[in-house]
């Protein structure tokens, strides 16, 4: 977002520019006639030569400017990379407040909560039930533990259940 506003202040600057540019160049060139007496007779205007140049550089820039701001408000990547890097502190942050949950559990909650963790947030019970080398009554009756805390959530998946951690 901040890139786009970037964008759009530099497309103003740019249009501001370019008036005053044209407005000075008008006023010089009237001032270039007036004064300049060889301009009718076919001889260059120092003076008018010195404005082209001027108004094509002050083109030129502004023309960089404008090129800048497009990009910014179209093609910066600036955003996506802020959302990736306050989604990793948010998992940072759940990781360490999981750390501290890990503490309460006992020996088969912690196995269980940590093979959880370790598939990212998300496993079949079964699979659970394989990793941990616990019956399926046993793993039921943990997650029926974890559930009530608020750690966990079960989803119905056809023949077995999902385990979802809680964020």
Not at 144 to 151: A, F, M
Request: hydrophobic share 45%; glycine share 4%.
């Amino acid at each position: 977002m901040r890139n786009r506003i970037v964008g759009l202040l530099l497309i103003v600057i740019a249009l501001l520019m370019g008036f005053v540019i044209f407005s000075f160049n008008n006023s010089l060139n009237k001032i270039a006639q007036s004064s300049c007496s060889d301009v009718m007779s076919g001889f260059s205007c120092p003076i008018l030569e010195s404005a082209d140049f001027q108004t094509n550089v002050s083109l030129g820039l502004i023309i960089i400017i404008l090129v800048i701001a497009i990009y910014l408000i179209f093609f910066s990547k600036e955003e996506r990379i802020v959302k990736k890097l306050v989604k990793v502190k948010e998992q940072l942050k759940r990781r360490e407040n999981y750390k501290n949950i890990i503490k309460e559990l006992d020996k088969d909650e912690n196995a269980i909560f940590k093979e959880i963790l370790n598939a990212n947030g998300s496993i079949l019970q079964s699979e659970l039930v394989k990793k941990t080398n616990l019956t399926k009554v046993k793993v039921t009756r943990i997650l029926d533990n974890l559930e009530g805390r608020g750690l966990v959530e079960r989803r119905r998946r056809g023949m077995t259940n999902i385990i979802i951690l809680k964020r």
